[in-house]
Structures are given as C-alpha cells and as structure tokens.
C-alpha cells in the first residue's frame, strides 16, 4: 500500500508538474505571439533631482496587457523573455521606442532603459544602441542604461568591454538594485559606473529598521567616493524622502511622485512638478 500511495504521491507531483509546464509554455507562445502583434507598451516614471527640486528624467518600463490574463508584471515575463531569447528583440524594441518618445521632451530631461544580462551577449548591442539614438536623434549624454550586479557576474571581462563601448558612444551606465544581487564588490572597480540605484527593499525599511538606514548612508558614501551618484528607489512616504536628502542622496523615484504613466501623461507630470508653481515635496 505504501508503494500505490507513493506512486500516488509522484503522479501528483508529475500532473503538478505537467500543468505548470503547459502554463509556462503557453505564456511562451502567448509572449511570442505579443511581440509579433506588437501588444506591448513603455510606461515612464520620473525620477527626481532632490537638488534641482524638479523631475530631471524618466525609466522606461515595459509593460504587457495579456488579452485574457490582463496586466502581466515584467518581474514574470522578462525573465521567460530572458530564457527565450526574445529579450533581444524585445530589448531592442523598447529602446527604440523609448528613444523615439524621449527625443520629444525637453531637452533637460533623461532617458533610462532597462538593459537585461541576456542583451549582453554580444558586441551587436553596441550597434544597435547606436542605431536607436541616430535614428531618434536623441543625444546620447541623455540616454542612460541601467544594468543590474548579474550582467557582471555571467561574463565579466567581455562585459566590461561592451560597457566601455556604450560608454564610448557618450551614455550614461548605472547599477540598478544595488544591494540585491550576488555578487561582491570588487566589480564596482572593474567600471566606473555613472550612478548607482539603491534597491527599493533598502528604502522600504529605512523608518522601521535601523540597519536598512546604515545600509543607504553606507551605500551613498560609499557611491561618492567613487564618484557615482545616487538614486534611490521606491519611495513612498515624504518621511523616507527627508531622511534619503539628509544621507546627501541625489535622486529620488518612487510612489510618492508618480507611478509609471504612459507617455502620454509625462507633458502633465513635467507640468505638475516642473512648471512654474511650487512642489509639494
Ligand atoms: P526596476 O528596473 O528596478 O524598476 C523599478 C520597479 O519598481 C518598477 O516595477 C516600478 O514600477 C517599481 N516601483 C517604482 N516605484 C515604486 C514604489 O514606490 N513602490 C513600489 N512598490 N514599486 C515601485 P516594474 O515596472 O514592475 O518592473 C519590474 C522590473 O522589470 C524592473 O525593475 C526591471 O528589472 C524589469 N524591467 C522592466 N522593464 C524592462 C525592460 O524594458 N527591459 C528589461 N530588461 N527589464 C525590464
Ligand atoms: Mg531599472
Ligand atoms: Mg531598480
Ligand atoms: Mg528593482
């Protein structure tokens, strides 16, 4: 009887299996299947000079609205996007679109992209990240890509070649979730990262948990000294905003100014945050 129910037990397993399979399988073809019909859209959200007091450039985020799933999180499909190879098609698609709306705006104003380790693959990206700025003509001191501790882990030295390449190009290179990853820190002196972005979970508990404040005002020093600055993200509250300006934090992004938005409501962000009146922050 022992041996029936164990098999009981692995046929549960392999139907619990099979089943997740198929899903992960059809949000692949569905995947597919978007970027073909073109189903995908970039939202931006501001990001904050806490010295300037005004909004000084936008992250593009890319977004999926699944005909029946709805509005699918990119912590989901970029990964599956990643394992695919779709990323790089993606990738480039969103950067030429994000180049194009953001060649549009003021001219004060920065782009950033999300750049995923998979894009790193090879040297095309260089070409094609010069492409997306000779045909948006968007300068390129204004595009900043923003790379996370992984990329240098998959292949270090060939990835700091491509990166002094795009920073050949005139872009700006910043360190996205800082503080997650797992890499060490000896690869902060294999490139000179123009900004470093302190990770939401730092910001998140900077209030409730003294060692999260110790982390950020280790973190800022720590990005000074190496000439890079600061961003931090996800913050929600004007309390974990005074206490990022008074660290001598430099930038800010997060809730509490604005939620990713279309392009087509970052006139009326600049408008809000930008335009003649005071802010409220
Ligand atoms: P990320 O680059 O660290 O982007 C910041 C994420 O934090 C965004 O999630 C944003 O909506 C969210 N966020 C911003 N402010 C707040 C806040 O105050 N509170 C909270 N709770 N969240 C906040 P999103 O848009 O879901 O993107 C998730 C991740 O997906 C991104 O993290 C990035 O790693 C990846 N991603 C998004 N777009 C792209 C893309 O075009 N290419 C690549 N390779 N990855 C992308
Ligand atoms: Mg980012
Ligand atoms: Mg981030
Ligand atoms: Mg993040």
Known sequence: ??????????RFFEAEMDAR????????LDL??????????????PIYDLT????????ALLRWNHPLRGRVSPTEFVPLAEEIGLIVPLGEWVLRRACREAAGWPDDLKLAVNVSAAQFTSVGLITMVRDALAESHLPAHRLELEITEGVLLVNGNATVAILHGLRGLGTRIAMDD???GYSSLSYLRSFP?????????????????????????????????LGMITTAEGVETPEQLARLR??????AQGYLFSPPVPASEVPALLETWNGGGRRAA
Do not use: W
């Open 178 to 180: 800082f503080g997650t």
């Open 193 to 225: 990262f123009d900004k470093m972005k302190v990770d939401r979970c730092f910001t998140r508990d900077l209030m409730a948990e003294p060692g999260s404040g110790f982390i950020v005002r280790a973190v800022i020093s720590l990005a000074s000294s």
């Open 1 to 10: 009887r022992a041996k029936a129910d164990g098999r009981g037990i692995y």
């Open 246 to 251: 008074e660290e001598g934090c430099n930038e």
């Open 21 to 28: 399979l198929q899903a992960r399988r059809a949000l692949e």
């Open 52 to 59: 300037a007091e005004r909004i000084c450039g936008f992250e």
């Open 32 to 45: 597919r299947a978007a970027f073909e019909a073109e189903a995908f859209d970039l939202h931006y959200q």
